[in-house]
């Protein structure tokens, strides 16, 4: 561990034993990464601190089992912290929450034994997740070598793949359509990071592209791939395998609203302290605090701020209730869940993106300076927002209410 290592889990203390109190603890890393989040942000830099931050903080292991160490909680707790997380700096909010998924992908596509050695691997030694997983690419190709499958070719995108101790594969079998998700330790030769992420926004997520040449994995650790008697290999499906995108797309809309809520929270700080009112209207006010239209104003945005975040925890119980009995979820359960998930993505997007333009209307001309980076707001959720379309997810809850049809599961539904 090093010195600033040592130095964070000291000032972070004893881990906290309620869900509240992991909230409280992922708001106290969102109030340290918001200090210099614009000036790092600007740098474009390797997270490398950050997710030390994230580690001795003990986030990371949020989801892990207790008798591995880990917190051992659910994932209403998780998606409040990422959001926690997000308010103080979206691109660390994201990296928390494409861990949280990827810790949990044994759970959702594994067999037991692989459940059992992922959680206590990565829980025991604080491990940091990062995935090579981009279903719109097939360019990694598998190819099977007797026991061994070996992964060959490139992804476009490898979110916080630089910065992880374990990276998700995702990839298909030469010659055929099956799919393999598989964990490999990062630092290999055979994986090397192109290092090319600089974007508009979320700039410190290190998802730019990953070659892989040759990554050597042994079949039994292909998730959810069963030995048969004849020796070979078969996924064995059921509905929860494909709860991974609903999950993800709820990981999504809350960054989305962590960064909404760190939008809005700076820029009050700044029309408290520093905008001025206007000194040409009928009734004069001495602050731009005291002026009815920023006031308005605020009580708008915060309002469909609300708005949407009670309908993201609604989307997470739904979540919740499916975990509770995964072996034997419905995909009639699993779909309304995904277009109740798909109607609180839409709703956080357009209110975020809405308060990060507006938060300008709220603090005024000065606050267009760089120094201020208010820019940072909007940049982070313009960005990741097109991720994919938002049409087609009004369009799944508008085929719902219209036809009662459920989305079909598919990689991005």
């Not at 359509?177 to 030769?189: G, N, Y």
């Not at 192109?194 to 039994?220: F, H, K, M, Y």
């Not at 120094?371 to 379309?389: A, Y």
């Amino acid at each position: 561990m090093t010195t600033e290592a040592v130095r964070n889990a000291a000032e972070f203390g004893a881990a906290p034993t309620t869900p509240e109190g992991w909230v409280d603890r992922a708001r106290e890393v969102a109030t340290r990464l918001s200090v210099d989040a614009v000036a790092r942000d600007r740098a474009n830099q390797v997270p490398t601190y950050e997710v030390n931050l994230l580690k001795e903080s003990g986030l990371v292991t949020l989801l892990g089992p207790a008798e591995h160490g880990g917190a051992g909680q659910d994932w209403t707790t998780a998606l409040r912290v990422i959001r926690a997380v997000a308010a103080g700096d979206g691109s660390i909010g994201q990296l928390l929450g494409y861990h949280y998924l990827w810790a949990w992908a044994a759970r959702l596509v594994g067999t037991p034994e692989q459940v059992a050695a992922v959680e206590q691997l990565y829980t025991e030694n604080n491990f940091f997740f990062g995935g090579a997983v981009n279903p719109r690419d097939d360019d990694l190709v598998i190819r099977v070598e007797g026991d061994e499958l070996v992964f060959t070719g490139r992804k476009s995108f490898s979110t916080g793949g630089r910065i992880s101790d374990l990276t998700v594969l995702e990839g298909v079998i030469e010659g055929t359509e099956k799919h393999v998700f598989a964990i490999v330790p990062t630092q290999q030769e055979a994986i090397v990071f192109a290092g090319d992420w600089d974007n508009l926004g979320q700039r410190l997520t290190e998802s730019g592209a990953v070659e892989i040449n040759g990554v050597r994995v042994p079949w039994e650790s292909a998730a959810g791939y069963v030995k048969q008697a004849d020796g070979t290999y078969e996924f064995v499906p059921r509905v929860y395998n494909t709860l991974n995108v609903p999950i993800i797309q709820l990981i999504f809309t809350n960054f989305y609203l962590g960064i909404a809520e760190g939008a809005l929270t700076t820029a009050a700080t700044y029309t408290r302290d520093t905008t001025r009112a206007w000194p040409y209207a009928g009734d004069v006010k001495e602050k731009g605090s005291e002026e009815f239209y920023i006031q308005e104003t605020y009580g708008d945005l915060t309002s469909k701020l609300w708005a949407a975040q009670a309908l993201a925890e609604r989307a997470a119980g739904l979540i919740e209730a499916i975990n509770a009995h995964a072996d034997e979820v419905t995909e009639q359960e699993r779909g309304e869940a995904a277009v109740v998930i798909a109607a609180a993505k839409q709703v956080a997007i357009d209110a975020g993106l809405e308060i990060g333009t507006k938060v300008y209307d709220l603090t005024g001309a000065r606050a267009t300076s760089n120094k201020v980076g208010l820019d940072i707001f909007w940049r982070n959720i313009r960005t990741h927002s097109l991720h994919d379309p938002v049409a087609h997810k009004r369009a799944e809850v508008g085929r719902y209410a219209l036809l009662g049809e459920i989305p079909a599961p598919t990689w991005y539904t």
